[in-house]
């Protein structure tokens, strides 16, 4: 799946299939019906406000490769995260089983991700499986289609082993989305005569969706054709951009908190760019691309970054004290590189935040601190004359060695 990384601290914002179904079938596109469940004493009546005989129970968490995901408890059974029922009492049997129960999949990492929604949906009859998504393509500055009729499958593994199976192409934003383009989408699910119809429509209806609601990334997988002849999206995965939301309230309602780490949440409140990541050494820096830079050389002496965190270039002291108290709240956190390189950014409001941060939390791992730039003198004084266990660094590679022998030693 293409799908960008969850979480509040990217650039996107993601939500559930069912919201996501929702919303596409405000633009008239033809979805399977279905009901969410919160708790299991409701499965019972969402399946049986459905069509039936056959209903399909679906996890509802941020994360693909659900329907071959295993449960962490014993007592969730070993069916997946997706499953067949045949009546509504093993449609509530389910419910009980997956709802609380740890959900792990190739996306969610080891963790894995509690259930705490379900979606209830009518069984379809599926003839064929196809794949189609939409996203920005950043080469060309265009909404892109990216159409396959190898559905229900890791895309990248088509990518990989049968890249001709795989047609795409741009919108040029001065025409919009065109006739010729549904033709392009049906062409390449080799479709044609009234579901070829059905897909030229579709692809108007999903391209009016993704630039109406600002999405991100629209992924369709798998789109389906049923025994009847009818052209249904399966399950979807939408991403917005989350510059964008202040335009779409009804979008930002939909948000999940419970999906997202609770780190990245609190440092959305402060306007900074966070992204929790597996290693033991947290930072903080100024600029995405000193932030990579930093991340790269603490990997080089052998350790790895906790996290991603660009403070922005006009921080105030109370912003970085906020983001030094995030980095510090990551139990993982064994060392801490602040790496700062001052334009419009001033080093002694770093400084400041930094010892301001320190004295309200404690430290009890190693800093290091490297500033380099504007008011540059003034800030190390400030941490100099601090009284705190704070080591100076002169450049990168410096800092760089220090936290990582610190923490090692440690």
Partial sequence: MWSPPAGSGSDYMNIHEYQAKALLNEFGVAISKGVPVLKAADADAAAKALPGPVWVVKSQIHAGGRGKGKFKEASAGDKGGVRIAKSAAEVSEFAKQMLGATLVTIQTGPAGKQVNRLYIEDGSDIDKEFYLSILVDRETSRVSFVVSTEGGVNIEDVAHNSPEKIVTFSIDPATGIMGHHGRTVADALKLSGDLAKQ???????????????DMS??????LVVTKQGQLRVLDAKVSFDDNALFRHPEVLALRDETEEDAKEIEASKHDLNYVTLD???????????????????IKLYGMAPANFLDVGGSASKEKVAAAFKIITADP??????????????????????????V????????LVVR???????????????????VVPADNLD???QKIVKAVKEG
């Fill in 398 to 400: 410096d800092a760089a």
């Fill in 332 to 357: 993982n956190v064994k060392g801490i590189l602040v790496n700062i390189f001052g334009g419009i950014m001033k080093c002694d409001v770093i400084a400041e935040g930094v010892t301001a941060a």
């Fill in 217 to 222: 990334m629209l992924e369709i997988n798998p």
């Fill in 359 to 366: 004295r309200e939390v404690g430290l009890s791992v190693p």
């Fill in 199 to 213: 897909a030229e429509k579709l692809t108007a209806q999903l391209y009016a969706a993704f630039v109406a609601k």
């Fill in 279 to 297: 290693g033991n050494i947290g930072c903080m820096v100024n600029g995405a691309g000193l932030a990579m830079a930093t991340m790269d050389i």
């Fill in 371 to 389: 500033l380099e730039g504007t008011n540059v003198e003034l800030g190390k004084k400030i941490i100099r004359e601090s009284g705190l266990n």
